[in-house]
Structures are given as C-alpha cells and as structure tokens.
Nanobody
Framework: QVQLVESGGGLVQAGDSLRLSCVASGRTFSAGRMGWFRQTPGKEREFVAG????????YYADSVKGRFTIPRDNAKNTVSLQMNSLKPEDTAVYYCAVDLRLGLLPISQRTRDYGAWGQGTQVTVSS
C-alpha cells in the first residue's frame, strides 16, 4: 500500500502562484505513475496533471496547460504541483493519486485507474 499526504493549499489571489506537495510512504513510490486531480462541490473529480514513473513525460488538462507543472522527485518520494497564474476557477480541493497498474501504460486521466489517494488540500483563489 502507498500512503499519500498532500500539503501546500491555501487562499491566494488571482495571478498568484502556489505549490502543492504530495509525499508518499509505504509501497515503492517510484513504481507508480502519479496524478493530480481536483474537485469542487457537486462536480466529479477531474484530472489536472500526470507524470510517468520517471517524470520525463507529463500530461496536463487543457485548462491548466502552460500554467501548471508536475515535478517529481523519486529520491524524496515526492510529487508536486506548481501552479502559476492562478484563476478563481482553479478553486477546488486538490488530490494526488498513484497509478500502480503494471506495464508501460500512458498517463491516465481516469480516477478509477488510480489505486491510492491523498486526503486532499483546499486551494482557494480570490478574484
């Protein structure tokens, strides 16, 4: 089992930057593709960004492309979400998750492919 703990959320103004961190413990972190998702009340959890095991390949939702990055440090069992030029519509609870399916698979945008999740961290962007 992998346990994930997010941190770094908070209240910021539009245009500001924020960096979320996700620290993993337990089963080998470096064996899984990582993803960040977000969710607002009444809506389904949506994919934000993902990283392959090595971290060399990443993928982003169109809504955050060019503003967010997902750096990963396997030596520290950490994956981050660097969020720049934040907008009020980025307000949500952000979750990190790990996809431990075996094989050379692409980054998945589907929540059901991720087997472990963090507890979430709130990000609020004021206008």
């Amino acid at each position: 089992q992998v346990q994930l703990v997010e941190s770094g959320g908070g209240l910021v103004q539009a245009g500001d930057s924020l960096r979320l961190s996700c620290v993993a413990s337990g089963r080998t972190f470096s064996a899984g593709r990582m993803g960040w998702f977000r969710q607002t009340p009444g809506k389904e959890r949506e994919f934000v960004a993902g990283s392959t095991i090595s971290g060399r390949t990443t993928y982003y939702a169109d809504s955050v492309k060019g503003r967010f990055t997902i750096p990963r440090d396997n030596a520290k069992n950490t994956v981050s979400l660097q969020m720049n030029s934040l907008k009020p519509e980025d307000t949500a609870v952000y979750y990190c998750a790990v996809d431990l399916r075996l094989g050379l698979l692409p980054i998945s945008q589907r929540t059901r492919d991720y087997g472990a999740w963090g507890q979430g961290t709130q990000v609020t962007v004021s206008s």
